[in-house]
Each structure stands twice: as C-alpha cells, then as structure tokens.
C-alpha cells in the first residue's frame, strides 16, 4: 500500500490558479490510478480529476472540465492538480487517493480507493 500527502493547498482570489501535489510513499506507485476528491464541512466527498496507472487516460468532474488538469509523473511519485480560474465554490478540503489498478479506465468512486492523504485546504474569496 502507498502512504499519500498532499501540498499546495492555500487561499486565492477568484480567477487565481494553484497547483496541488500529492506525492507517494511506498512500492509501486506505478500500479495505482489516483483521483483527486473534495470536501466541504456537512458534504459528502466527490470526485473532482482523475488519472490512470499510466497517465495515459484522465477524467473530470463537470465542474473541473476546461479549468483543472491532472497529470502524474511516476518516476517521482507524484500526481499534480493545475487549477486555473478559480472560483468561490472550489473551496474546499482536498485529497488525493490511490487505488491498485492497471485499467485504462479512472475510477470516480471515492470507496472504491484505498489509500487518502490528510488533505489540503485550497479557500477561494470572491
């Protein structure tokens, strides 16, 4: 099992960019497809981007298409989150998971994953 942490999390204004790291300790980091989920306090945790073992294949909530991208880099073990255009309602807590899988498909399912870091707040004034 892979042990995760997040970075990169901060406050920004509406419009602004950040880029969120989660980056992996453990064997066989290549192995995994890993998503990127939010929260908000009294809300259930959705899915927000995701990437297979490979990084060949990606896929979005609605609400990141066209703003976020995920992209992974195996040889250091980390799974990067570029949000651009940033809005209010990004705000949240937000984690990288893993899940052993070597699909080509990502999975959205956040109980389907194994392995969460603790999080990172990511807080977008208007």
């Known amino acids: 099992q892979v042990q995760l942490a997040e970075s990169g999390g901060g406050s920004v204004q509406a419009g602004g960019s950040l880029r969120l790291s989660c980056v992996a300790s453990?064997?066989?980091?290549?192995?995994?497809?890993i998503g990127w989920f939010r929260q908000t306090p009294g809300k259930v945790r959705e899915f927000v981007a995701g990437?297979?073992?490979?990084?060949?294949?990606?896929y979005y909530a609605d609400s990141a298409k066209g703003r976020f991208t995920i992209s992974r880099v195996n040889a250091k073990s980390t799974v990067y989150l570029q949000m651009n255009s940033l809005k209010p309602e990004d705000t949240a807590v937000y984690y990288c998971?893993?899940?052993?899988?070597?699909?080509?498909?990502?999975?959205?399912?956040?109980?389907?994953?194994?392995?969460w870091g603790q999080g990172t707040q990511v807080t977008v004034s208007s």
């Open positions: 990437v297979n073992w490979s990084g060949a294949t990606t």
């Open positions: 453990g064997r066989g980091f290549n192995t995994y497809g």
């Open positions: 998971a893993a899940v052993p899988t070597q699909d080509t498909i990502v999975i959205s399912i956040p109980g389907m994953y194994e392995s």
